[in-house]
């Protein structure tokens, strides 16, 4: 099968991304499919693949990819005739529960331990092929525009975990989003403004703001390095927001904290700018706010949340769509920062 091939680890990932011949899936194990991939969408996991994921010795080449939206053309042992046919999206994290150990205590919460399908787990869906577990799939309507199906998986159910599960999101609330413009960003705006929230973004350009605002955020802050803040808590008339949306780090952790109100919830699935930030104890105890870590999320809340795409209530933003055999410039577009929205690759 043609697929997008990661040849070797090194940085920049793009000169090492070759368009190819590749080995199909196996044979369909108990509650799998075999799916013809219509479009596929990298994430920067596909950069870290290509990188090397620390801790993780991966073998190359490889074919990356964990979103897609997809055909079911073959049904393995234990699934029902009726998927063949259907338009699907997945949701590449497939929980692989640690071993207990012997006297341990009980756990009230334990999160579950993703492995990634196109990261830990390949080949992935950057090809004309691929399999997933039918626990994996979420069924979208036949008129649904592949590349947006491709572009809502990871990013969606992460901000959706995030945002509705994690930091518990209420109608009417005020929302900060800091770095707008990544897909993950980008979803929980979306999220947002489908729950009636207000929401305030920033960027350090000033051309990813006024793609925002025209999407409906609610007002904008150029960053330039100060304290945005100031500015955020102006625009809530002093008060603050309730959530706290920071996948960059290092770099906005601490601006993003004190943009909160009383009680209010800093959430993070990520650190592109490091993870050792400066924190303020004083003010986390003192107003009692809420840290919260999220990555991924479960079936169950890929499910809640492909409701949304089903019903047409959020859009996912595409920045722009490849064909495979251009695949090349698509990691390139990734791995410079240019892209606001998604970059997917067409299969058809």
Same mark, same amino acid.
């Given at each position: 099968?043609? %697929?997008?091939?990661?040849?070797?680890?090194?940085?920049?990932?793009?000169?090492?991304?070759?368009?190819? $011949?590749? @080995?199909?899936?196996?044979?369909?194990?108990?509650?799998?499919?075999?799916?013809?991939?219509?479009?596929?969408?990298?994430?920067?996991?596909?950069?870290?693949?290509?990188?090397?994921?620390?801790?993780?010795?991966?073998?190359?080449?490889?074919?990356?990819?964990?979103?897609?939206?997809?055909?079911?053309?073959?049904?393995?042992?234990?699934?029902?005739?009726?998927?063949?046919?259907?338009?699907?999206?997945?949701?590449?994290?497939?929980?692989?529960?640690?071993?207990?150990?012997?006297?341990?205590?009980?756990?009230? =919460?334990?999160? @579950?331990?993703?492995?990634?399908?196109?990261?830990?787990?390949? @080949?992935?869906?950057? &090809?004309?092929?691929?399999?997933?577990?039918?626990?994996?799939?979420?069924?979208?309507?036949? =008129?649904?525009?592949?590349?947006?199906?491709?572009?809502?998986?990871?990013?969606?159910?992460?901000?959706?975990?995030?945002?509705?599960?994690?930091?518990?999101?209420?109608?009417?609330?005020?929302?900060?989003?800091?770095?707008?413009?990544?897909?993950?960003?980008? %979803?929980?705006?979306?999220?947002?403004?489908?729950?009636?929230?207000?929401?305030?973004?920033?960027?350090?350009?000033?051309? *990813?703001?006024?793609?925002?605002? &025209?999407?409906?955020?609610?007002?904008?802050?150029?960053?330039?390095?100060?304290?945005?803040?100031?500015?955020?808590?102006?625009?809530?008339?002093?008060?603050?927001?309730?959530?706290?949306? =920071?996948?960059?780090?290092?770099?906005?952790?601490?601006?993003?904290?004190?943009?909160?109100?009383?009680?209010?919830?800093?959430? /993070?699935?990520?650190?592109?700018?490091?993870?050792?930030?400066? /924190?303020?104890?004083?003010?986390?105890?003192?107003?009692?706010?809420?840290?919260?870590? +999220?990555?991924?999320?479960?079936? /169950?809340?890929?499910?809640?949340?492909?409701?949304?795409? +089903?019903? *047409?209530?959020?859009? @996912?933003?595409?920045?722009?769509?490849?064909? %495979? $055999?251009? &695949?090349?410039?698509?990691?390139?577009?990734?791995? %410079?920062?240019?892209?606001?929205?998604?970059?997917?690759?067409?299969?058809?």
């Amino acid at each position: 099968m043609k %697929a997008v091939i990661t040849t070797q680890q090194g940085s920049p990932v793009a000169p090492n991304i070759q368009v190819g $011949d590749f @080995p199909e899936p196996g044979p369909l194990a108990k509650g799998q499919v075999r799916l013809r991939v219509l479009a596929s969408a990298l994430n920067q996991l596909d950069l870290w693949v290509g990188r090397g994921v620390p801790g993780l010795e991966l073998d190359y080449p490889r074919v990356s990819g964990c979103d897609a939206c997809c055909e079911v053309t073959e049904t393995g042992p234990g699934v029902h005739d009726s998927w063949l046919g259907k338009r699907v999206i997945v949701n590449a994290a497939i929980d692989h529960p640690r071993a207990p150990r012997p006297g341990e205590p009980p756990a009230s =919460d334990v999160p @579950p331990n993703y492995m990634l399908l196109g990261e830990h787990l390949s @080949p992935g869906f950057h &090809a004309e092929q691929a399999v997933a577990p039918i626990t994996q799939l979420q069924v979208v309507p036949d =008129d649904t525009d592949p590349t947006h199906g491709a572009a809502f998986g990871l990013t969606f159910l992460t901000a959706w975990s995030m945002l509705v599960t994690k930091a518990q999101i209420k109608h009417g609330q005020l929302v900060l989003i800091t770095g707008i413009g990544g897909g993950v960003a980008l %979803a929980a705006m979306a999220i947002a403004k489908a729950h009636g929230c207000r929401v305030c973004v920033t960027s350090r350009h000033q051309w *990813k703001l006024d793609r925002a605002l &025209a999407l409906g955020a609610d007002h904008a802050v150029l960053d330039e390095g100060q304290d945005f803040s100031k500015d955020v808590r102006t625009w809530s008339s002093k008060r603050g927001v309730d959530i706290a949306v =920071d996948s960059s780090g290092k770099a906005t952790h601490l601006r993003a904290l004190k943009s909160l109100t009383a009680g209010g919830a800093y959430v /993070t699935p990520g650190c592109t700018s490091g993870p050792d930030a400066v /924190t303020d104890l004083a003010r986390i105890f003192w107003l009692q706010l809420r840290i919260l870590g +999220s990555t991924m999320g479960t079936a /169950t809340e890929f499910a809640e949340v492909t409701t949304l795409l +089903s019903q *047409k209530r959020v859009e @996912p933003v595409v920045d722009k769509v490849f064909k %495979a $055999d251009e &695949a090349r410039h698509a990691f390139e577009r990734l791995e %410079a920062s240019e892209q606001f929205g998604k970059v997917v690759i067409d299969w058809r």
